[in-house]
């Protein structure tokens, strides 16, 4: 849980802040906290605590590593100016809080499973040369062998997750 009255907060946290104010993946949120880190736009600075064990999976396998007990903490009002929340209306202001983990983001099994899938299957890029009937077949034998498969038609699923993704890479800052 976060502190609110601290000036400091996780990079975790702060990839999840970031990650549910600019709607991307993970990996790409942890992408702009460290490079706005490196750039000296966000101030960071390294807390020596408890070593904890991280699980990390690497190739496909679970590798569980210490973190030697430092960690990397970033200022929570550079967090909220570079990433403010976006408003629903314009009447409405904007909280200056950060969420504390990115599992708060309402659950979407299928559409989770569909991301899960195209990463899987090819890396998160999908191949061009790929006809759509042929991509959904194999999406969908990749959710049957998983057990994740809904008895609906999933192709408006796959059309929907991957608009959803198009429309966040061009809303993404460029690298």
Not at 70 to 77: I, S
């Amino acid at each position: 849980m976060i502190d609110e009255d601290s000036d400091w907060i996780s990079f975790e946290d702060a990839v999840a802040y970031v990650e549910a104010t600019q709607q991307c993946y993970r990996e790409k949120a942890v992408e702009l906290v460290r490079q706005a880190a490196e750039n000296l736009k966000l101030k960071s600075k390294t807390v020596n605590s408890s070593p904890r064990w991280i699980v990390s999976n690497i190739a496909g396998q679970e590798i569980f590593h210490s973190d030697g007990g430092n960690r990397v903490e970033v200022c929570r009002q550079d967090v909220l100016e570079l990433w403010p929340e976006r408003q629903k209306d314009g009447t409405r202001s904007a909280p200056a809080k950060i969420r504390p983990t990115a599992a708060q983001r309402r659950r979407q099994p299928i559409s989770d499973g569909v991301r899960s899938a195209i990463n899987e299957l090819w890396h998160g890029r999908i191949p061009a040369d790929l006809m759509a009937k042929e991509r959904d077949e194999q999406i969908i034998e990749w959710l049957k062998g998983k057990n994740k498969q809904n008895s609906r038609n999933l192709s408006r699923t796959i059309q929907r997750v991957l608009q959803s993704e198009r429309e966040a890479h061009k809303e993404a800052p460029p690298d």
